[in-house]
């Protein structure tokens, strides 16, 4: 299936460049472009599953309604608005096509995409916190990462050749010290708190 991409950008250039970077990616089927201050028409017009965004994330931006959002960002000064701004996924713009495709499936799946370069500035802007009051074990962290990649429980038992039953316990003691209700949610805390890097 392939993921209907509405790209934002307000500089015609940047649209064009977009597109066509993303023209020969297998999952992705670029449906339109347009600038921000023609988004609510072309919402209705192209019925996107995702929005790449390539605007001046220092103006603020209401995202409620919208599709998953991955901001593409310039520079690390605006990284930290984008992200309180409650995008799906951070990429700087010089991002793989490979990358934003990637982004696009898990924005799909609920699921955050931080870009390496970008976890530690948002944790020194504080707005992540990697404090938990029940620190994850390491077994535990290479369960949640297997989770967050979409495995199931079998396929993560094979992989750190562990028990089927053994994967439910870490599972059950990530959901309960994550205090989330399910894996996916649990991956998505995860990734917020700078856990996990998706």
Not at 43 to 49: A, I, N
Not at 57 to 66: G, P, R, S
Not at 151 to 173: D, G, P, W
């Amino acid at each position: 299936m392939q993921i209907a991409v509405l790209i934002v950008a307000d500089d015609p250039l940047t649209r064009v460049g977009l597109a066509a970077l993303l023209a020969d990616v297998d999952d992705v089927n670029v449906v339109g472009q347009v600038t921000s201050h023609h988004l609510d028409a072309a919402l209705e017009t192209y019925d996107p599953d995702v929005l790449l965004w390539d605007v001046d994330w220092q103006e603020a931006v209401e995202l409620q309604d919208f599709p998953p959002v991955i901001a593409l960002v310039a520079d690390d000064d605006v990284v930290s608005f984008a992200w309180q701004a409650g995008v799906a996924a951070v990429l700087p713009r010089s991002a793989e096509p490979e990358q934003i495709a990637v982004a696009s499936n898990a924005a799909l799946q609920d699921l955050v995409i931080i870009a390496p370069e970008f976890v530690e500035l948002l944790d020194s802007h504080s707005t992540l916190s990697s404090v938990l009051p029940e620190p994850l074990s390491s077994r535990e962290l290479e369960v949640l990462n297997l989770i967050a990649e979409g495995h199931s429980n079998k396929t993560i038992a094979e992989r750190l050749f562990i028990s089927q039953n053994t994967v439910k316990f870490h599972l059950n003691a990530i959901l309960q010290k994550l205090d989330a209700q399910n894996r996916t949610e649990a991956a998505v805390k995860a990734a917020r708190l700078g856990v996990i890097n998706l």
